[in-house]
């Protein structure tokens, strides 16, 4: 079942309207609302790029006194004051991925059992659960996980890993608790209700008469879904994906409280790590030289520039699929 | 009518009388400075005092800029921002604080001993293990378990850090060249965590785990720490007697003419605690505003006499009697316009 041949849903005609005039073009009270609205318009890609000079500007002595250095150097001395962002760029990529590693699955499944299993009553009640997950406070997530994740993972979850898997390098070390692991778990959890809604949407949005032509063809429910809903719906669920991505790598609060903060890169995920939001948030304050000062700005500028980049990767293969008329771009 | 006629008058008067006075630095002395604010305030309802816990960092800074009357600070300036400032300032000490070595043994019937040289090679990563012979062999009454030592350390920069990696310079010169002093430092081994609470909440949720904390926040959270041996051999527990006591050892090395940016770790003292230190107001030497310096002159001259009998209530470790002339000396030396504001304050 799986090379089912998928419509494409009809193109809407393009409507070609006359743009509405007013009676006096010209009218004074129009232009100021005209220009008042580009103004605000205008303002906030304005903000970003005020964000990104003072970033570049903060960053300056920091570029200039370490060059590219900064990107794959270890060492983070203030007392030597020599600074290197490599343990934080892999923490914030390690913890990400494998936060989108755990939650990515539970996430689909939940959207997928709320838009096609679920009975009617539990729908509703379950999507605003899991949309709770949102609402609650970062430092609330990481007390949580200080004082019930990590036992948790210490007496559950942790042994029976490493019995399974602890030959491979992923699992060397001893499990203090904080460390990479907890960092993505939490992580995990966050991004879940934003990555199940938007999925949810998606999935909502996909014709029933793509299920329902699946089902014609003698397809059981989960190949239907496999192979007409999820294929259908792919350009929204990446963007969905990403949206997560993008969340995960700038959260602050609650990874700072599980990752270890420790300026160390180790593949183990039992080994402490850390990240740049979370370094900018803890060293920031008690950042008493100026060159301190940069390397933190520039540790923020490479942040910003991830979580950007991410951002418009997402745009992107979200337009792509939309020129192929694909659903769920809309649900973005 | 005519007294309503002065009431009136004298009005105005009083609303260019009062004073508004802007500090910001150091959080853990954050709790007894907004009492003596406050405390300050009912007598003198002319001088409007606002301190921000920013941290001495951000204290230093604001201070440095000028954006605040006075800074505050756990660990002094360094020359070169002294000098950055033309060395207009004064380390005023205010009360005392210290760091206790705080660890997760459950079952222990007395605390931990701790020499100098155990402790900076915990730190370290050199002792791992808790029943270590060097560390066995200090506590023969206790039965140290076999499990790993989790070093715990502050992740964010912190007055707390710079007195313990000042501490561990003094007594491991391998500490000093390897890491170093510090606010924030590269911490050989050991997680890090945001804060006291950070440090003491994974101290207690991990077994075996070690760490440094503030005296006062480890008092009133009521987390078990140890005991260390002091430059003269005693095995001292961390109070706010031997706190003071350590700031009393260490004045004969600093002198009537001291600038008060001292060190007093490892204290000479016989019952001096080692990990001890000043928490400091900075004030100019000279200001422009002889109204605000006069005020605040007089704020912290009261802090220093009437002040101190608040400060074991609340968890510090008030100043030695001995060292009150030398902190007026200082005071007496600060100037607005050309003139000395003290005279004018008594």
New interface residues.
Partial sequence: MTSLPIESPPRPPRLTRPRPQSLHATDRSDRIYRSVLTGFALGLPLLILIILGVLFTGALPALKRFGPTFLWTS??????EVYGAAPMIFGTLASSLLALLIAVPLALSVAVFLTEFSPGWLRQPVAFLVELLAAIPSVVYGTWG??VL??FLRAHVVPPLKAVLGWTPFLQG?F???SLLAGGVILAIMIVPYIAAVSREVLLAVPASQREAALAMGATRWEAVRSAVLPYGRAGLIGAVILGLGRALGETMAV??LI????DIGVSLLQ?A?TMA?AI???F????TNL?QSALFEVGLILFVLTVTVNAIARVLIWRVARGQAVGSRAL | MKSLLLLLAALPAAALAQVQLNGAGATFPNIIYQDWILTYNQTHPDAKLNYQS?????G??QFSDGTVDFGASDAPM?DS?IAAIGGNVLHIPTVLGAVVVAYNLPGLAQPVKFTPDVIADIFLGKITKWNDARLTSINAGLSLPAT?I?VVHR????GTSFVFTDYLSKVSSEWQQK?????????PV?????GNE?VS??VN??PG?IGYIELGYATANKIPFGTVRNSSGNWITPSLESVTAAAAGAMKDMGPNTDFRVSITNSTGPQAYPIASFTWFLVHKSYADTAKARALIQFIWWAESEGQAKAPQLGYAPLPRDLHPWIQARLKSVTAGGRAVWKAAE
């Fill in positions: 060492t983070w001395d203030p007392v030597a200080i004082f990590i036992p001893v203090y608790g904080n700072t409280m270890g903060n420790r300026h402490p850390y979370a948030a803890n060293e304050s008690e950042a008493t301190y | 920013i941290g001495s960092g951000g230093i800074r360094t921002a790993d989790v992740a964010d920069g912190s890491v170093g002093k510090g606010t924030s430092v590269n911490w050991g997680l890090g965590g945001r950070g909440s994974t949720q991990t785990a």
